[in-house]
């Protein structure tokens, strides 16, 4: 098969997996892959060359990292506080979970790309997992100290979920 076959196969294929309004911004996306795996790979390798690689990452921060990036993550798409950083690239669709609201991506382009990246915990978490493993390789007791604010404020979050699910039940104390 010719170069110009592989092209245009590669070519339809993108062009026929949705309708154009509701096609991905493709190039946007594996710019943004490419930044992410650049900065990771680029941490790792600064790691290695200062002997700073560990054998293993522990349990303990494994579960410290997780819990605090899933908490940033959500904070960053989902907190009303934080639709400052969303607003230039989504929009606004209406209330969501506790002191969250919903949003969906606006444009095209780069613009739509930014926006999906920020309303979606899941693909945010990636990226706070990889800067939170980056820190406790270059500043593990500031990286720790910053991963346990944010896991604490998960334990707070759900237990104001709790206290008010007790509350509704009639078994509030206050």
Same mark, same amino acid.
């Given at each position: 098969?010719?170069?110009?076959?592989?092209?245009?196969?590669?070519?339809? %294929?993108?062009?026929?997996?949705?309708?154009? +309004? /509701? @096609?991905?911004?493709?190039? $946007?996306?594996?710019?943004?892959?490419?930044?992410?795996?650049?900065?990771?790979?680029?941490?790792?390798?600064?790691?290695?060359?200062?002997?700073?690689?560990?054998?293993?990452?522990?349990?303990?921060?494994?579960?410290?990292?997780?819990?605090?990036? +899933?908490?940033?993550? @959500?904070?960053v798409a989902k907190d009303k506080?934080? $639709?400052?950083?969303?607003?230039?690239?989504? /929009?606004?669709?209406?209330?969501?979970?506790?002191?969250?609201? /919903? /949003?969906? %991506?606006?444009?095209?382009?780069?613009?739509? %790309?930014?926006?999906? #990246?920020?309303?979606?915990?899941?693909? #945010?978490?990636?990226?706070?997992?990889?800067?939170? +493993?980056?820190? #406790?390789?270059? %500043?593990? @007791?500031?990286?720790?100290? $910053?991963?346990?604010? *944010?896991?604490? *404020? $998960?334990?707070?979050?759900?237990?104001?979920?709790?206290?008010?699910?007790?509350?509704?039940?009639?078994?509030?104390?206050?």
């Amino acid at each position: 098969m010719s170069v110009d076959a592989l092209t245009r196969e590669a070519k339809d %294929a993108f062009e026929t997996y949705a309708e154009p +309004h /509701e @096609r991905p911004p493709f190039r $946007t996306y594996a710019a943004m892959a490419s930044i992410f795996n650049a900065a990771f790979g680029g941490a790792l390798l600064a790691a290695k060359r200062r002997g700073r690689l560990p054998d293993r990452i522990g349990v303990q921060d494994v579960l410290l990292i997780g819990t605090a990036s +899933h908490k940033l993550s @959500r904070l960053v798409a989902k907190d009303k506080i934080t $639709t400052f950083v969303r607003a230039p690239f989504t /929009e606004y669709q209406g209330r969501g979970g506790p002191a969250e609201v /919903e /949003e969906r %991506a606006r444009g095209e382009g780069a613009r739509r %790309a930014v926006g999906e #990246l920020l309303i979606c915990p899941y693909c #945010l978490g990636l990226w706070f997992s990889g800067a939170f +493993h980056a820190g #406790l390789l270059f %500043a593990p @007791r500031a990286t720790r100290v $910053t991963a346990s604010t *944010l896991t604490a *404020l $998960t334990v707070s979050d759900f237990l104001q979920i709790a206290y008010k699910a007790a509350e509704e039940r009639g078994l509030g104390g206050s």
